[in-house]
């Protein structure tokens, strides 16, 4: 990513709303169900691995269900966490510096469609360190026509279509347990923003990451709780990432 998108995530992850929905999307995910709890020497809680975590924002909140490991490929980025409740280690995705089954849960949000992760090796990798009957939960950027200036920022390769991403994941042997769509409810917005890069009205490589004034950012982050709760009724038929669940059997 951009050296800058690194202190930007720093500095907003823990009140923009964006973050903030993913990080309950992820926490609610967790909390239907608990961890499965191997028998491993020495140890009686789940391990999380939080892969591509980044400034540590998730991270830190993961380490209430268990005792969690996040990896990143920056540097940078361990160095800009706040806090430190879980343990962080540089590596990548393509190449997790973990044995085989160390991990109960694995959560990958937004990482999936950098530049320096092979898709194909990253998800092999989830599935190696993953215990069996353990789950992974994913959040992937949407539609390919959506590549704007914000994923330029973030050095972003892809976007991808549900059927790509749900083929992804069935083809390294995972069970797909869940899909949706989300952000359903802020599509125009993001729509409207990405024609606007199309049309060259936003400069180039432009972050999404941008403080916005506080009541602005609290009705987003009112929408999407709303959004949320709706999911269990209704199914967006569209949204700017994609929220997937997968199963090692
Ligand atoms: C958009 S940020 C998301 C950070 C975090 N998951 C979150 O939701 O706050 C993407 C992160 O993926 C990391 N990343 C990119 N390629 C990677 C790779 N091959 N292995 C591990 N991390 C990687 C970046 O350094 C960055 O911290």
Same mark, same amino acid.
């Given at each position: 990513m951009d050296i800058n998108e690194y202190y930007r995530l720093a500095k907003v992850e823990d009140n923009h709303w964006w973050y903030r929905s993913v990080h309950r999307l992820v926490i609610d995910e967790i909390k239907k169900g608990p961890v499965p709890t191997r028998s491993r020497p020495g140890l009686k809680m789940p391990m999380i691995?939080?892969?591509g975590c980044g400034t540590g924002g998730l991270t830190e909140k993961l380490a209430s269900f268990g005792l969690t490991v &996040?990896?990143?490929?920056s540097n940078l980025a361990l160095g800009l966490k706040q806090h430190s409740k879980a343990e962080y280690i540089n &590596? /990548?995705?393509?190449n997790l510096p973990f044995s085989d089954n160390s991990f109960d849960l694995v959560t990958c949000i937004s990482v999936f469609y950098h530049?320096?992760?092979?898709? =194909?090796k990253a998800a092999s990798e989830i599935f190696r360190v993953l215990e069996n009957d353990s789950r992974a939960i994913l959040i992937m950027p949407a539609f390919k026509w959506a590549f704007g200036s914000h994923d330029e920022s973030v050095h972003a390769a892809r976007r991808y279509s549900m059927s790509e991403a749900t083929a992804l994941w069935k083809n390294i042997g995972f069970t797909v347990i869940a899909t949706r769509y989300i952000f359903g409810t802020l599509f125009p917005e993001f729509v409207?923003?990405?024609l606007l890069d199309k049309i060259g %009205?936003? &400069?180039?490589?432009? /972050?999404? %990451?941008?403080?916005l004034p506080g009541w602005l950012n609290g009705v987003f982050g009112l929408v999407c709780r709303f959004e949320n709760w709706l999911s269990k009724w209704v199914r /967006?038929?569209? &949204? =700017? =990432? %994609?929220?997937?669940v997968v199963e090692k059997p």
């Open positions: 691995l939080d892969v &996040g990896v990143d490929i &590596g /990548s995705v393509n530049r320096r992760v092979i898709d =194909s409207i923003k990405r %009205l936003t &400069g180039r490589r432009v /972050s999404d %990451l941008t403080e /967006s038929p569209f &949204g =700017s =990432s %994609l929220y997937i």
